[in-house]
């Protein structure tokens, strides 16, 4: 009897490998992938040997050489320790009285509205269907259809505030707010076209600090810009005279102090520090883009905060851009700035989102507001949601309410000049 080869059943596995034989044996043909890099000056590696580097055996014993040095106690020692204290505004802070706090404290006029010029922009400005309809569904894409499964916030029942609910898998709150932002700056872009957009650099994760003294109490604020925007030109601001801002009072929140719910420290270092060099091209302040999600800020007083307080996070995350920049340009101990500086604020929890534009003309914050320009000004839009629904709804993802004005107000900012 002769013996053949197993044959599984249709000859699958047969024709495989009788295919992978064949198909070794074919020589590569030449694309002309070699000559065109050489062309352009790019070196072609051919033997891989002359990249691959030999394995190094790994030295698994350990070897102790000293006990670990003491942790750093702080105390009046501490290389940082000042003996004069001072007020620190960081990430996770809130201002009690919210806008009316911050006014006080930056010396600033509010105005309810933006600038006329905006206005007109906005007027003006029509948002094409297809860009729109492509926004929802990057909108659908970010919120909905991403794959990451994470533990998301603890639920809470304010009637039965012990009970424990079960905990929800999804999309970490950061992640929604990176996403949704990243989508509006994707589609504005594409609205306003590549001779804008090549003037625009986006900057993740940025850090600025500025030290101020107000009424002889040393304050200093600590932020983090999670999106940063730069230009290769600065805003053009606003004219004073136009709006007067020497013209309007400052709230009175007597007998509540300017410096409330802003904790003290003793350790600090007082410098000013501005994330990008002065030389680099696009180191003009542009747009900064907040998150502010539930877990990120938090009351004192275990309260919850309030849209005004949120607000009031943003207008102090502005005037610290502005004002880092002011002191890179003008030195350390500038007052009334030469030129103002004006800066953009878009902050969000992915569904309702704040506009805001704040201009720099003082770093006097103690100034009394009888010349013109000695007061800063803040311009603000109310609070607009992006959707009211996005999830599944009925086994279907659904996106219900979506608001357009959002992407439109997104693409005027974006392409302001």
Request: proline share 6%; charged share 25%; net charge neutral.
């Amino acid at each position: 009897m002769r013996f053949s080869a197993v044959l599984f059943r249709q000859h699958i596995g047969f024709h495989f490998k009788k295919h992978w034989i064949i198909q070794g044996k074919r020589v590569p043909s030449e694309t002309g992938a070699q000559a065109e890099l050489a062309a352009r000056g790019i070196p072609v590696v051919l033997d891989p040997t002359e990249l691959i580097r030999e394995r190094r055996e790994v030295d698994l014993n350990l070897k102790v050489v000293g006990q670990l040095p003491p942790e750093v106690q702080l105390d009046e020692n501490h290389p940082l320790y000042k003996q004069e204290p001072c007020y620190l505004y960081g990430d996770r802070n809130i201002l009690l009285e919210g806008t009316r706090q911050a006014q006080v404290l930056l010396n600033t006029a509010i105005y309810d509205e933006l600038p006329l010029k905006v206005e007109e922009r906005l007027d003006r400005t029509k948002i094409p269907t297809q860009l729109d309809r492509s926004m929802q569904q990057s909108v659908l894409a970010a919120l909905v259809f991403d794959t990451e499964q994470v533990k998301v916030g603890i639920v809470k029942d304010p009637e039965r505030p012990a009970y424990k609910f079960p905990r929800v898998y999804g999309i970490s709150n950061e992640r929604r707010n990176r996403l949704i932002l990243s989508k509006l700056v994707t589609h504005c872009e594409r609205f306003v076209g590549q001779e804008v957009a090549s003037n625009r650099k986006i900057i993740a994760n940025t850090h600025f600090i500025v030290p101020i003294t107000k009424e002889l109490d040393r304050i200093q604020f600590s932020l983090k810009v999670d999106s940063f925007i730069t230009s290769s030109a600065p805003l053009k601001p606003l004219d004073n005279s136009v709006y007067r801002p020497q013209d309007q009072t400052l709230p009175d929140i007597f007998p509540v102090k300017q410096t409330v719910t802003i904790p003290t420290t003793h350790f600090y270092e007082w410098q000013t520090e501005y994330p990008i060099s002065r030389q680099y091209r696009f180191s003009h302040p542009h747009t900064v883009l907040l998150h502010c999600a539930p877990e990120s800020v938090e009351n004192m007083f275990e309260t919850p905060v309030t849209d005004d307080q949120k607000e009031a996070r943003a207008m102090i995350k502005a005037f610290t851009v502005a004002a880092a920049r002011a002191r890179q340009l003008y030195g350390n101990d500038v007052q009334a700035l030469p030129a103002p500086i004006q800066v953009q604020v878009v902050q969000t929890d992915s569904q309702w989102f704040h506009f805001g534009i704040f201009q720099l003309n003082t770093l006097d914050l103690n100034a009394s507001g009888e010349s013109a320009g000695s007061r800063n000004l803040w311009f603000r839009k109310p609070r607009m949601d992006l959707y009211s629904q996005c999830g599944y709804l009925v086994g279907k993802p659904s996106l219900v309410d979506y608001n357009r004005d959002v992407l439109r107000h997104m693409a005027v900012f974006y392409g302001s000049s």
